[in-house]
């Protein structure tokens, strides 16, 4: 299983509209995320809201899937009309695009320690 964190940034402005963008995910269209995100082997997903220092509006991301690259681009092809919508609102509130989705993965992870691992 891999795992990333990384950051996306919010297009100064969109606050609002990526809060709203995160309550409808959790809301009315919580069983199709669900649904997407098992299609394309996305087994967790989280996301929360960070302020910078210098008053940027910063979410951070933590994503995991058995192949994170295969997911992404899934996410990125997909003619579903959830994930169509989700990458509207991606490029809306953060400026990611579809082809950005399908480049490499936005961080390597260095470190990642479990309980009970060596």
Same mark, same amino acid.
């Given at each position: &299983?891999? $795992?990333? +964190?990384?950051?996306?940034? /919010?297009?100064?402005?969109? #606050?609002?509209?990526?809060?709203? =963008?995160?309550?409808? $995910? %959790? *809301?009315?269209?919580?069983?199709? @995320?669900?649904?997407?995100?098992?299609?394309? *082997? @996305?087994?967790?997903?989280?996301?929360?809201? &960070? %302020? +910078?220092? %210098?008053?940027?509006?910063? $979410? $951070?991301?933590?994503?995991?899937?058995?192949? #994170?690259?295969?997911?992404?681009?899934?996410?990125?092809?997909?003619?579903?009309?959830?994930?169509?919508? =989700?990458?509207?609102? #991606?490029?809306?509130?953060? *400026?990611?695009? %579809?082809? /950005? @989705?399908?480049?490499? @993965?936005? +961080?390597?992870?260095? #470190?990642?320690?479990?309980? *009970?691992?060596?």
């Amino acid at each position: &299983m891999e $795992c990333i +964190t990384w950051f996306a940034p /919010i297009v100064p402005g969109k #606050l609002e509209a990526w809060k709203e =963008f995160v309550q409808e $995910c %959790q *809301g009315p269209r919580r069983e199709e @995320l669900a649904r997407s995100r098992q299609c394309i *082997g @996305l087994v967790r997903e989280a996301a929360g809201h &960070m %302020q +910078t220092p %210098q008053g940027d509006d910063v $979410c $951070c991301l933590f994503h995991e899937a058995e192949n #994170l690259s295969e997911a992404f681009s899934a996410i990125a092809r997909s003619d579903d009309p959830f994930d169509v919508w =989700f990458r509207g609102k #991606l490029k809306e509130v953060h *400026g990611i695009s %579809q082809e /950005i @989705l399908e480049s490499p @993965l936005p +961080t390597k992870i260095y #470190l990642d320690y479990q309980q *009970g691992t060596a």
